[in-house]
């Protein structure tokens, strides 16, 4: 069983930082990928970050702002948020893509003050 857990979000002033963590349990293979969503009230949740097989990806709104990092020994996977806006403000949820299967964690909140 796969469970996603994710933690470090809050509220933070623009042009502040936070560090979201995601800690994966279960049987998780280093190929399987993992990203960043996020959801405002009102809109569809949207890709934020992707990272497999050593590589990552961003939505064009976080480019150069947001970085996503992966620990497979600890079955983690990071974003650091640097400049961050008010339109960032958002729930950001970990996903797992597990050989086809989608798992996702509860969600955290970020909120950025203007």
């Known amino acids: 069983q796969v469970q996603l857990a994710e933690s470090g979000g809050g509220l933070v002033q623009a042009g502040g930082s936070l560090r979201l963590s995601c800690a994966a349990s279960g049987s998780i293979s280093s190929s399987n990928p993992m990203a960043w969503y996020r959801q405002s009230p009102g809109k569809q949740r949207e890709l934020v970050a992707v990272?497999?097989?050593?590589?990552?990806n961003y939505a064009t709104s976080v480019k150069g702002r947001f970085t996503i990092s992966r620990d497979n020994a600890k079955n983690m996977v990071y974003l650091q948020m640097n400049s961050l806006k008010p339109e960032d403000t958002a729930v950001y949820y970990c996903n797992l893509d597990h050989f086809g299967a989608n798992y996702w964690g509860q969600g955290t909140q970020v909120t950025v003050s203007s």
């Open positions: 990272t497999a097989g050593g590589t990552s």
